[in-house]
């Protein structure tokens, strides 16, 4: 179901108050609301009812988030996020209280504020939770307090029950499944070398590695600083356009298993070979990363940089901003398209699913508090008489086209085919959800084959499977035993 929210809002602005994050500069929080005329208006025509004010738990209090980012607060008058917490906030009295952390240190700080005894509520759902946080004692089962057998979580339960649970338990608040990395491009620049517009190959269904790599090859000039790809994004990507992840899950049995004798790895592996072998991708140093002037889409409206794979959050946000990296975004320069297929596949396009989704965190004060917000943000998705004041924005606000609006219906549409058809994966290196031994040798897997060789990279999938083959499928054993242990004997597996 696509997502739905409100775009006819009649906001008021109540107050403007200082948030101060753990360690970070005092920051303006413009607090928005609905007015409550128009919030009753709302619910009532609804066909999905939240509960009443005065019976539901978790009501007249504070949640607190723990994340690198507040998806919350208002910090601009001309932004209004999360319809969901309106409701939370106006309906029911509630508060969302941010306690900041990093991106690199975001597991870290969950894991010292529950051994400190001072959990955080909840979290944002990322895949790297399940199964390992849940070994680890970090997060806890969200069974008490979310009834996934009722019509306000409707579609939600299957994906929750094949992908997030463990012993008879769920461990994730799936809102609503998205997608991930996408290929943004600069149609100026496409046009200029006299390619084809990716958009136009995709809707003749001609969008295949075979005329991804082509235009890369025809691009490329190192000699004029010009690459065709940049970022780290491209490898998984193209490895998870195949359909198939390089770690299994059995949504039967709840177990993992290795993919790496699968052939479509081994073309897809091809293609990254010989992305790797030919330098078509912007010069990274020893065995890390570099992006071309530190920036995502660096070199794009230059002519720089041909294509950077990565999720739509890149191409989201001020207009200037954007425009200044990837091209004109007003007059129409940036497009994205879904991440090539296999010429030589089932004629699929594939992109991986993302849960947007919570966690309760292990022994917090108000888990009931966290089960009401993702209630009132799944009601905003599934509420037919709104529409998505994401959309809206995008479109007025950020200046997303028409034909950029339709892709992100497709591309939501491809990663939304069903259970048994989607790509989902638990993280892709040592924070992954599969533990650090199996994550360790994912970034063989993964980097080996994307890496170019001046990082130690271009190896062969033949090559990459001789080496560590057997040193992976022990780690994923290992994984399996870890869950067979938990849910036979109850008790939280040491991390491994």
């Not at 051994?115 to 680890?136: R, Y």
């Not at 790599?213 to 690459?227: G, I, K, Q, S, T």
């Given at each position: ?255 993992f298993y290795s993919n790496a004798d699968d052939p479509r790895l081994e073309r897809a592996a091809d293609v990254l070979y010989n992305i790797s072998r030919n330098d078509l991708v912007y010069p990274w140093y020893d065995y890390g990363w570099s992006l071309r002037n530190g920036t995502d889409g660096g070199g794009m ?196």
């Open positions: 179901m696509k997502i739905k929210r409100i775009m006819s809002l009649v906001l008021v602005v109540l107050m403007i108050v200082a948030l101060v994050g753990c360690g970070a500069k005092k920051r303006e929080v413009i607090e928005l609301t609905l007015s409550t005329e128009d919030a009753e208006k709302i619910l009532a025509a609804a066909g999905i009812m939240l509960p009443d004010p005065s019976e539901a738990a978790g009501a007249n209090s504070t949640i607190q988030w723990l994340a690198h980012y507040d998806s919350f607060h208002n910090y601009r008058e001309d932004e209004v996020v999360n319809t969901g917490f309106f409701t939370f906030k106006e309906r029911y009295n509630c508060e969302i209280e941010w306690v900041e952390t990093t991106w690199g240190e975001r597991f870290n700080d969950l894991a010292n504020l529950v051994l400190g005894g001072t959990p955080p509520d909840f979290m944002p759902g990322e895949t790297s939770f399940f199964p390992e946080k849940v070994l680890q004692g970090l997060i806890q089962a969200v069974d008490p307090y979310i009834d996934y057998s009722s019509p306000i979580w409707e579609g939600m339960k299957e994906y929750a029950d094949a992908y997030f649970s463990l012993g008879g338990n769920t461990y994730m608040i799936i809102t609503d499944m998205s997608f991930g990395t996408i290929v943004p491009y600069n149609r100026r620049v496409i046009d200029e070398f006299g390619f084809d517009d990716p958009a136009e190959l995709f809707a003749n269904d001609e969008w295949t590695w075979d005329q991804f790599y082509e235009m890369c090859l025809e691009f490329n000039d190192p000699d004029a600083d010009r690459y065709a790809l940049d970022g780290w994004y491209f490898a998984r990507a193209i490895m998870q356009s195949t359909g198939v992840p390089i770690v299994g899950f059995d949504t039967e049995t709840g177990r409206k230059e002519g720089l940089c041909l294509f950077q794979p990565i999720g739509t959050w890149s191409i989201t946000g001020p207009v200037e901003t954007v425009s200044a990296v990837w091209g004109d975004i007003a007059g129409g320069e940036v497009m994205f398209v879904p991440v090539p297929r296999d010429p030589n596949g089932d004629g699929k396009y594939y992109l991986t699913s993302s849960p947007s989704s919570y966690v309760i965190i292990k022994d917090c004060k108000n888990p009931e508090g966290v089960a009401l917000f993702a209630s009132c943000e799944r009601f905003k998705i599934l509420d037919p008489t709104v529409v998505s004041i994401d959309r809206y924005q995008l479109e007025h606000t950020y200046m997303w086209s028409q034909e950029m609006l339709d892709m992100y219906d497709t591309c939501y549409e491809i990663a939304n085919t069903g259970i048994g058809n989607l790509i989902v994966t638990y993280g892709e290196d040592n924070t992954a959800g599969y533990g650090t031994q199996v994550g360790d040798m994912l970034r063989y897997f993964n980097d080996d084959i994307g890496h170019p060789p001046s990082a130690g990279g271009a190896s062969t999938w033949a090559q990459t499977k001789e080496a560590h083959s057997d040193a992976f499928a022990a780690a994923i054993d290992d994984l399996n035993a870890r869950l067979d242990d938990f849910e036979a004997n109850g008790f939280v597996a040491e991390a491994q």
